[in-house]
């Protein structure tokens, strides 16, 4: 029996044994919560508390947790973050041992299944859990495309992909369009089509609007080694070349198109690069002296790029500063100076502990998504930032507090704390300070809602507001379809934000529980 399971799955046992340590190392002392772990922990409390609830309000003036992810935080809620990771980990470490060994012409497939999981643990190093749960079910989708039987069955799996991370659906596509060029129509449109109906739905049901950054020293990396395994793959491995041309131009129009995947194109090298260049060297004994040179190189640059990588996000994330433990006066304090009936900018720290620790507690300006950073709080990005222009960005987004931690900040948010400690205008008063944090209130703020209302209360997922006679208001939260408001009050678009019209005085609870509105009357 044992010697039958052994010579069955002998690759993708000696590929998964030996990464079981490091997940543990990982969970057990390096998942200490910081970087993009930060946002799996507040997208795990928001759906713990509020899991029947559509859109929170917890960061940016309101954003939908499906355009997070449609899966991923319902899971880690039910799982645990740490319990997710690790299983998706592991289990696409076991899903690309088993599709390397199928895959035709790799005679030694060992050493390419040990990058794969090494490159796969790096990915989970870096806390990307939401991504490394996409990942999974889409090396699933593509291992079930070597049986012509289970293409339903695949489409499924690329489907799920897509709806756990539109980033790992994004990179099907990549393999789809391949197949495309190879003219396999039944396997492109299995790899094409469910990420396209997926996001399509999501986004027609869900607006969302967003840009993640690219840089230009940043495409060259993804761009050459999309083109290496192009170039220097067999002539027969026809998949593995186009997906590496269509990966090398996707990566430059990143860069030329502004859109919410950026950076993020990235990660389909950082996982796949070093494990395809090393099937490609073992799969050629006798490759000429230039190219085995040049495919050396590359594979050579593609483990240590992704080390670096690696090691760069355990630095950031992994130690835990006093400020981020230490938080239950700047919450108490926040509590008494009446902050559930504003929104709060805490200026965003290298390792985003804050957009995870305070959630739970007050309405953040921003927090940890870089998409939408960029589309509601552009003024940190494109140069224009200073006293004049942040306090029209408070005013805007309704701030009645300003949080600084005593830490390193982000590197786009570097000039908001220099103004803050260094030049503070006098519209921003201290209220209030500890050893760790500062708090300062904004002088003559912008109410979150507009008269005749008033702000009774505010959580993560819903707005409670009183109306002292019929009419309308402005509520400074970013407009959804999902929205309603209880007690016979209607909601409608205002700009980007929300307006209230009732027809009799009273409180008002506005929220986003899925399902039919709870009042007739609430959209007008």
Known sequence: MLDRVWSRHRIPLLATLPTVPLYAIWALFLATGGGDLAAQDAWTGFATRHGGSAYNLFWYGGTHTANYSLISPYLMAALGVRTVTVISGLAATWLAAVLITRAKGVPRPLGPALLAAFALWCNVAS??????????????????????????????????????????????????????????????????????????????????????????????????????????????????????????????????????????????????????????????????????????????????WVTKKTGDDLYVSTTVPAWAVETQGVVRALDQLGADRTRVEVVPARNHREASGLAPHVNMARGWNRQLDMERARLFYDGSFSAGTYRKWLDRWAVGYVVLPLGKPDGYAKVEARLIREDRPEWLEPVWQDEHWRIFRVRDAVPLVSDPASVVSTSSADLVVRMSRAGSATVRVAYSPWLHADGGGCLTPQGEFTRLTVTAPGEYRISSEYGPSPEPGSHC
């Not at 369009?177 to 003219?183: D, G, M, N, P, V």
Request: glycine share 6%; with cysteine.
């Open 127 to 304: 806390g990307r859990t939401t991504f490394a749960l996409g990942v999974a079910f889409g090396l699933a989708a593509c291992l079930l495309l070597t049986r012509e039987k289970r293409l339903v069955l695949a489409a499924a799996y690329a489907a799920l992909a897509t709806m756990a991370s539109p980033v790992a659906g994004l990179f099907l596509v990549v393999v789809g369009a391949a197949f495309l060029l190879t003219r396999d129509w039944a396997r492109a449109l299995t790899l094409v089509l469910p990420p396209a109906v997926t996001v399509g739905a999501t986004t027609l049901l869900f607006p969302f609007k967003g840009e993640q950054l690219m840089f230009a020293d940043r495409i060259w990396p993804p761009f050459f080694l999309g083109l290496a395994v192009t170039f220097l793959a067999p002539r027969s491995w026809r998949v593995a070349r186009w997906s590496g041309a269509v990966y090398a131009a996707g990566a430059v129009l990143t860069y030329l198109i502004p859109s919410p995947i950026g950076t993020n194109v990235e990660r389909f090298a950082e996982l796949f690069a070093p494990a395809a260049l090393l099937a490609v060297l073992v799969a050629q004994p006798r490759l000429a002296k230039v190219r085995r040179n040049l495919l050396i190189a590359a594979l050579v640059f593609s483990v240590c």
